[in-house]
């Protein structure tokens, strides 16, 4: 260590005597002062730094130790689960908090009802089976390897630079505080839920028109009232607009207004309502067919009903941001009329037209052609919507399926389950070699198309599914070995078909960007350049 020789007496003018001696002894050792003050000061800069790193590998070593103790932990409570695990047995009576390991999945679980157990605990739904563990990837079959894309809308404020988004018109979604708010054209909707908030990722939905010329105002000409008061903004309704008080004053009292659709078209009513006076309201479509909502309790109290213009086909309701408000909606088919009538009563019990007295606060109504779908403000004429497309194309997506053989993933829910959809789809851009993930008239199945034949099919989940439900599903494939999953379960493999070539073209909701749109919500997307195997199906696609 160097140091610094102590500067010799500085002049004073208090002693002139010895001033000339004493300044030129200082200026004589000021050289050796600065050069050994340098030398110092270097020595104490490296020591400094060597104390940061010091310092910092103490913080890292500390932070490892942290993180291998969490991982002991971890790891002890594994296998402290998996101590004495069985193997599940169906029909085996097990008393809780016994322990088993899934055939499937080999996953270990632990029971919290006791009882017979006849569904395998990785298939479970009610809640039974739990996880026994602290499960590592590996231990779970994960996939080793990290997609190489990934499409992730939910909780996104903008779109994937990769993915190419259009739809004309502007349109409505949920945003994060609960409120509807329009979207311009071109524009893609980051939906929530209406209740809790929850990001529910990218709203994927078909073309549509609200045929209702005055969605909000019924007090106005274009709604025809019969035994019926109408009084203007009564109550706040959930997104802005305002919900009127539609009273009965007779029997039979009813707002109505006639809308023009295609011969035979599946027609939807919906709206927003909340009680009044009364605490149902009955919805009736092309003349007969209707369906009862409680606005007390936000149920479907009663439905049915056919006439020789339309038959009921399905109706439901949910709540909404205001409390007390509830957005319903009501389903038909129709025969081969051009002019549907929508009616709408406030009544007192179901089963029931309204009375004197029965009064609901109504607003917010569409009339479309298809299924329920997101609210379309009108204030004077018909407003449509174009069809929500986003997809990626071009060579960095043809790289990534070049191999031959892939594995595609998808977490997608629908507000209302509807058949003859798609919840993604790769292909070339035309129709004759499509990989899809999709439902028919009757169940989610994978479908693979190669040069215009179809290759390979399996159901994924029997039905249309549940409304609001979230699924997980994929469909792996290699020449001659075709697979899916969903929510945990995986199809039998399909040993014979070719992969289709030239695929370049992802879609996320619909067909080649012109059919079977989703209609609902895509929350994530993942494509691996590999067949995922059985195991790593099943664990990708379990909750």
Known sequence: MTTITALPTPPSSSSPANFDTRADALLGALPTFVTETNAVATEVNAAAASAATSAGTATTQATTATTQASAAAAS???AAASAGATLWVT???YTAPAVVVSPTNYTTYRTTTSGVSSTDPAADTTGRWVSAMLPSPSALAMPATRPTLVFAPAGARGLDRRFAFSRTGTSTRINAVGGMELQSAGVPRFDHHPTTLAPLGILIEPSG????????ELDN????????????NGATGPYGATLDLVAATATGGNAAQ???ITSGATVTISGHGKAGASNFLRVEGGGGPCAWFNLSTGAVSGSGGSTATAVYSTAGIEPTSVSGVYRWWVTFTTATITTFTCRIYPTATTGSSSASGNSAYIGEIQVEEGYPTSHIPTAGATVARGADVCAMTGTELAAILATGAGTLYVEWSRP??????TAVSLSDGTGNNVI???TDASNMLYAVTAAGAVQASATLTSGLGTAGALYRQ???WSANDFQGASNGTVTAVDSSGSVPTGLNRLDIGNLLGTSSFHTGHIRRVRLWPRRLSAAELAALTQS
């Not at 209302?416 to 959809?421: I, K």
């Open 76 to 78: 002890a409570a594994a």
């Open 91 to 93: 029909g085996t009576n």
């Open 209 to 216: 028109t609200n045929r209702v010329l005055r969605s909000s």
């Open 221 to 232: 000409a274009s709604w025809v009232k019969t035994n019926t008061t109408i009084t203007a």
């Open 258 to 260: 006639n809308t023009t």
């Open 416 to 421: 209302v389950p509807t058949p003859s959809t």
């Open 436 to 438: 899809w993930i999709c």
């Open 474 to 476: 994929a469909v792996a």
